[in-house]
């Protein structure tokens, strides 16, 4: 049964000052954390909050496929689950993963893919779990840019990162990063994501409507807002390791003292 | 620390042991010693109540979402409050993908248990019209990281999301037979009353320990389960092919409502009440 209280659509996604209902200009990113090594138990994970987004990704790999019959002599295999937590969106998700989380989680597999060195691994699988705890627009931009920090934090070997975002058309204009509602309600919505080895595009979907003029600018917007999620990335990626330095330059201060004693 | 896997060699679980007869734990606890607990509440938008919960390594976030159902016939003017736990393959190599198993329908059914039989929920507060429409609560407990006893962490993590709850407040409208909102909010103020709380304890030979760490767990021969509010006992779980003495049980009831009374006061998980009105 549907909860009675509807999320109904506003009128206009646009406040009357020009900026979105968020207070965000149009080229402007909902604020953005991303940590790594958060789940210990993992080869590698990773965590983000993007807006009201909250994400989780932990890799397991290269190990054991299970079931058997789904490996490859010749290479390893990269497997990626998307699930949502049934309290991250509005109505109640039934806790079984649904026919949108089977699909998210293949493109986002496909999208990935192609960074990783699977011939090196034969008979060995690479998994990815991503967890959506909340859920507010752009998920599967968000899953992709933490899922590519989490094999990154594996040590696993990379051609590079990968960076996603949404960019999408809102009462005609066009807009970064679209949010829960601006996706609902708004005209178009075009995820995307660049491999940064060869700066290409991995992953591409579109749904609404737009003009030749519009897809050159919805690719340039894309490119350019990238680029800063591409930086935030390796800025969570690097400041595990300074917390390391640091760690190790305490414990040795400490040694050296007692040496001195 | 040791590594997660599914089998300990025996003499990681020789060293475990005889430390536990020495009356030391291999992260330096005595006996009866919580690891160290951390909570978040409400860290979830678009949950109606949630909580972040760690203990040592463990780490539950739970959330509360709700629906308008009808009664039971046998409890005509009763909510209903359900709780599920699902452990994410992403938490633990011992996790699998697919369908919930035992384990994790044991930890979901010992903490619903937990607050089921402690009135802590407030069913009666959760009826919007005897026989016509009363709330569902939907408690979904998420594991992130497996570090050992799911279930007392668990059940923290599940009472501290109901009394953060903050649900939209129904009433009936009797010419259009449906509910209507008045923009008002359900704080966990009204809905909880007592406080439960789970301890499991962990045995291994003839030693029983509270709160088993991830080695000790995967080494015991056995564990119980005890929840506890204030004064009352209100549910027992003997889990794992361990028997217990009946002075132990005896023991381990005395040493609940104790531990319990202490960690209750520590947590103090009514400061967690939502301020939305």
């Not at chain 1, 496929?65 to 109640?92: C, E, N, Q, W």
């Not at chain 2, 966990?188 to 030693?207: A, F, H, W």
Request: aromatic share 6%; hydrophobic share 40%; glycine share 8%.
């Amino acid at each position: 049964m549907p909860l009675i209280i509807k999320d109904e659509y506003p009128e206009t996604l646009f406040r009357k000052d020009g900026k979105r209902l968020d207070g965000r200009d149009v080229n402007e990113l909902r604020p953005i954390k991303m940590e790594v090594g958060v789940i210990k138990n993992a080869d590698g994970s990773a965590y983000l909050e993007w807006g009201n987004n909250k994400i989780f990704a932990a890799v397991y790999g290269p190990r054991e496929v299970h079931p058997h019959h789904l490996a490859k002599p010749d290479r390893g295999i990269l497997r990626v689950f998307y699930r949502m937590a049934t309290y991250s969106v509005f109505d109640r998700k039934r806790p079984a993963p649904g026919r949108r989380e089977k699909e998210i989680s293949m493109i986002i597999s496909d999208c990935i893919e192609p960074l990783l060195f699977l011939e090196l691994y034969p008979g060995t699988s690479f998994e990815i779990f991503i967890e959506v705890m909340d859920a507010d627009g752009g998920t599967r931009c968000a899953s992709t840019t933490v899922a590519a920090l989490a094999l990154a934090d594996a040590g696993i070997p990379m051609k590079s990162l990968v960076s996603s975002i949404a960019v999408g058309k809102i009462d005609g204009k066009i807009v970064v990063d679209l949010s829960g509602i601006e996706d609902k309600a708004g005209n178009a919505d075009l995820p995307i994501a660049i491999t940064w080895y060869n700066e290409e595009l991995s992953l591409l979907q579109f749904d609404g409507d737009m003009n030749l003029d519009e897809l050159n600018d919805f690719l340039d917007i894309a490119k350019n807002a990238l680029k800063d999620i591409h930086q935030i990335q390796l800025d969570a990626l690097k400041s595990k390791y300074v917390k390391l330095q640091e760690e190790t330059n305490k414990s040795k201060g400490k040694n050296e003292k007692k040496g001195d004693e | 620390m040791m590594d997660v896997k599914r089998i300990i060699s025996k003499i990681e679980r020789d060293y475990i042991v005889s430390n536990l007869k020495k009356e030391e734990r291999i992260d330096n606890r005595d006996l009866w010693e919580y690891r160290k607990f951390q909570v978040k509440s409400d860290t979830i938008a678009s949950a109606e109540g949630s909580a972040d919960v760690s203990l040592g390594d463990t780490r539950i976030i739970t959330g509360l979402k709700y629906d308008v159902g009808v009664p039971f016939p046998d409890l005509p003017d009763e909510g209903v409050c359900t709780v599920m736990a699902e452990l994410l393959p992403l938490a633990s190599p011992l996790f699998e993908r697919g369908p919930p198993d035992e384990q994790s329908i044991e930890l979901a059914r010992v903490v619903d248990r937990g607050i089921r039989h402690a009135d802590c929920v407030q069913t009666k507060k959760l009826c919007i019209k005897e026989k016509e429409a009363v709330y569902i609560l939907f408690v979904d407990m998420y594991v992130i990281n497996y570090g050992g006893n799911l279930i007392d962490a668990g059940g923290v993590s599940a009472l501290s999301t109901l009394i953060s709850a903050h649900i939209p407040e129904g009433i009936w409208n009797e010419e259009k037979h449906e509910t209507e909102w008045t923009g008002k909010y359900l704080t966990g103020k009204s809905l909880v009353k007592e406080l439960p709380l789970i301890l499991t304890y962990g045995k291994i030979e003839d030693i029983v320990f509270l709160d088993p760490n991830l080695p000790e767990e995967l080494v015991c021969d056995g564990k119980i389960s005890i929840s506890v509010t204030e004064d009352k006992i209100t549910s027992i779980q003997k889990s794992g092919a361990a028997t217990f003495t009946i002075d132990e049980i005896k023991m381990l009831g005395s040493k609940s409502l104790e531990i319990g009374k202490k960690l209750r006061k520590e947590l103090n998980p009514l400061q967690y009440i939502s301020k939305i009105e």
